[in-house]
């Protein structure tokens, strides 16, 4: 299960909770968002108890109900399964942005995929108002962009 801190009463999910560096990956050579959600669903398949067309097919038929282009070149996508047995984040940097059809019809090139159990919908939530919340932070996003360090761009993220 998707692990929490309390701090005044109130639960606190950290990005930490969910993100490791071994999820925190940057690519090149993704032209395209089949690509990329090949890609997210390779890494899902290796970590949980799905195959990657299922992972490819939660992918698709998530984004096809609400788009996960948030705009600035971030896209968060977010699956939930009964597969999944507890919450896990994927961190992308592309070297090159790709055509997403983001709200704001910009190119992409950092992705953030959220997946977790369908037993925790709301904490599924919390841990995506999270994700976009640090994602739409202006200096965090130039300090993604600016390093080509895993290790920096998990230290910025958690």
């Known amino acids: 299960m998707l692990q929490s801190k309390t701090?005044?009463?109130?639960?606190?999910?950290?990005?930490?909770?969910?993100?490791?560096?071994?999820?925190?990956?940057?690519?090149?050579?993704?032209?395209?968002?089949?690509?990329?959600?090949?890609?997210?669903?390779?890494?899902?398949?290796?970590?949980?108890?799905?195959?990657?067309?299922?992972?490819n097919k939660l992918l698709y038929n998530k984004e096809m109900v609400e788009v996960s282009g948030i705009g600035n070149g971030i896209a968060i996508p977010n699956i939930q399964s009964s597969f999944i047995v507890k919450a896990i984040g994927i961190f992308v940097k592309l070297l090159q942005p790709i055509e997403y059809h983001s709200i704001d019809k910009e190119p992409v090139d950092l992705i953030f995929l959220l997946s977790s159990p369908h037993t925790i919908k709301s904490d599924h939530l919390k841990t995506l108002a999270l994700i976009s919340r640090k994602l739409s932070n202006t200096k965090i996003q130039k300090n993604i962009r600016g390093t080509s360090d895993i290790e920096s761009i998990y230290s910025i993220l958690t």
């Open 7 to 55: 701090t005044n009463n109130s639960k606190n999910i950290q990005i930490k909770d969910i993100l490791s560096k071994s999820n925190t990956l940057i690519l090149q050579n993704i032209n395209h968002k089949k690509q990329l959600f090949s890609s997210l669903s390779t890494c899902i398949s290796t970590q949980v108890d799905i195959t990657i067309t299922e992972s």
